[in-house]
């Protein structure tokens, strides 16, 4: 399936973003995770939700750094997952991706959006 991510930009410390992560067809019996690469570190999960096929239970996930911040969740027409960011934190600040799969590695990276939080 070939994702396209979208919605980055410059935001103060405090400030919300909405990312959105849009395929052609129905994202629902995939598992989707956002990831992150700040500049000079490595690519790190950031959140993820499971399938809705009947072997999953499309629960969501955080990593702890973003828990309570961030908010993954999928659109009623199955083809977009969005990342809802509050209360952005300027560490925050990384290229954003979204892919199949809530776990790395993977090898079939889009172009990214790009997440700035600086006053």
């Known amino acids: 399936v070939q994702l396209v991510e979208s919605g980055g930009g410059l935001v103060q410390p405090g400030g919300s973003l909405r990312l959105s992560c849009a395929a052609s067809?129905?994202?629902?019996?995939?598992?989707i995770g956002w990831f992150r690469q700040a500049p000079g570190k490595e690519r790190e999960g950031v959140s993820c939700?499971?399938?809705?096929?009947?072997?999953?239970?499309?629960?969501?996930h955080y990593a702890a750094s973003v828990k309570g911040r961030f908010i993954i969740s999928r659109d009623n027409t199955k083809t977009i997952v969005f990342l809802q960011m509050n209360s952005l934190k300027p560490e925050d600040t990384a290229v954003y991706y979204c892919?199949?799969?809530?776990?790395?590695?993977?090898?079939?990276w889009g172009q990214g959006t790009q997440v700035t939080v600086s006053s």
């Open positions: 067809d129905s994202l629902d019996y995939y598992d």
């Open positions: 892919a199949p799969t809530c776990i790395l590695p993977y090898d079939y």
């Open positions: 939700i499971n399938s809705n096929d009947p072997r999953s239970d499309g629960s969501t």
